[in-house]
């Protein structure tokens, strides 16, 4: 765990990433997503962890957009987060995605949303309560959102990135 490394992501990684996400999911779904995102140019921020020169981990932040009467209120969607098989249950996942929050906080995001396991999800303090009252096609226990500072809606349709209609 010591050589771990997490840093945004670089130009050169793109494959290495492609190849993480076809061992860490089945299908080919998540990897197709990161593609679209990227050629939309929906991507918020994209971090990777690095051990010994080798890519184990990613996560990815997408624009996502609680539209409530006339305004669009920008957010930042999580999906997809993977750890590569072999090194799983490691705290890299976590690491990930503390690392990627601070970031996000510091670059004034104010709202997060993810679809994933509560139990997991939970630990960074994402909430389903919190998500509850959106419009969403996605709408379900597994939504969850976590926010930074109380200006960010708790009611609106969340907008996702045109990448997730090919899910
Ligand atoms: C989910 C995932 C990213 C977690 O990464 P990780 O580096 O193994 O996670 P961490 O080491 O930070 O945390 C491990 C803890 O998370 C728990 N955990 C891992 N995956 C979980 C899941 N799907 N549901 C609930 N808990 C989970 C483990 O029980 C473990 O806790 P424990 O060791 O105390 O029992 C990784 O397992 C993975 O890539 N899975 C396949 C892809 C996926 O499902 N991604 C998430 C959906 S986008």
């Not at 990777?48 to 669009?72: W, Y």
């Not at 705290?91 to 995605?97: N, Y």
């Not at 970031?103 to 909430?127: C, D, M």
């Amino acid at each position: 765990m010591n050589q771990l490394e997490i840093r945004s992501e670089e130009a050169g990684d793109r494959e290495a990433i492609h190849a993480l996400l076809l061992a860490a999911f089945d299908g080919d779904a998540e990897a197709q997503l990161v593609r679209a995102l990227h050629t939309d140019g929906d991507v918020v921020l994209s971090f990777v962890a690095e051990r010994e020169g080798a890519l184990c981990g990613h996560v990815l932040f997408s624009r996502l957009h609680v539209v409530k009467d006339e305004t669009r209120f920008p957010a930042v969607a999580l999906a997809p987060l993977a750890v590569s098989p072999t090194d799983q249950r490691q705290g890299i996942g976590a690491r990930l995605v503390e690392e990627a929050h601070q970031r996000l906080i510091t670059n004034g995001e104010t709202l997060s949303v993810v679809l994933g396991e509560p139990v997991y999800y939970g630990r960074f303090g994402y909430r389903h309560e919190d998500a509850a009252a959106f419009e969403s096609d996605y709408q379900c226990e597994a939504l969850q959102a976590l926010r930074w500072g109380y200006e960010a809606p708790d009611t609106g349709r969340l907008v996702y990135a045109p990448g997730f209609g090919g899910l």
